[in-house]
């Protein structure tokens, strides 16, 4: 009778043969794998998930998470005026990032000019007469607690970047530069495609076309 392949030993003299598996690598399965993953993203920090627009309030939203939502105003007040909401700024250039950068003059804050050209939500309400500030809503009847004068809304939930204007007409291209920050609403790291917008301004200073591309 012939000896049975499985009783013939492939090993040379001296070695160990092993009688289980416990050698073999332990991997996991696909779905074993799936789960390992999902587990540890559900135990990772908040502070490595992107943070989303809508779990800001109206307040944060102006300086909090990625530069998002650039709208170019046009010349107003003889300046060139861009809106846009989070943490960081904007770089201006002519025609495309090769050309000239333009530099910021303002300061950021909303005017009343702006309104027409883009829809804002109030972040605060303050009396005209005292000059207190309260928190939204606005109290009952629109008056102030302590003098009775009236409140109105005051704030804006965008943030508004100043430019001297340049030789009109003119294309210019505005890239969002986010900045990382260190608390929960802060954003985490920089977007892999920053949110940019090329428009074409006309010869008194309107926007004829803009294109605008969100942050990815």
Known sequence: MLPSITAVTLFGPGHVVPSHSSHLSRAGSAPTLLLRKTHDEMLAPRRLVRT???WLTTAERARKGEVRNIKVLGIVKGKLVVAYQGQGSL???LENKQSLELEETGDGSFKDAYAKFVQ????HCQCRDCGRDFDLPMPRGRK???CRGPVVPKGSDHR???YEPPKLPTKIMVLGKTEVGHEVSDAAHRPVQEAHVLAALSTSGHVKNAQAFQCV
């Open 52 to 54: 989303r627009p809508e």
């Open 120 to 123: 804002v939500r109030p972040t």
């Open 91 to 93: 770089r201006v250039f």
């Open 144 to 146: 102030c607690p302590q």
């Open 160 to 162: 508004f970047a100043e």
